[in-house]
């Protein structure tokens, strides 16, 4: 293999080794943008989760409490 093949492969092989850290960088960078979204939906549905959670228990809570209420009317009312 002559100087000039030698040369013409070392060219193409650092462009193609340029050609590899771009897209690894590239692919790197669209992971951490994925990594982001993926937490941040995530840390959304749970906060949704839990709101719909106390809104239960509230809901509950009010229900007994009024339960509570026409039970002591009707201990009052039959004393």
Known sequence: MNNKMKLALLGCSAFLLVGYFNIADKYNKINKKLD????HTVTY???STVQA???VI???LLSQMELGAKLDSCVLLNN
């Open 58 to 60: 509230d809901s509950l």
């Open 45 to 47: 549905a749970w906060e």
């Open 36 to 39: 982001h979204i993926t937490e």
């Open 53 to 55: 959670q106390k809104e």
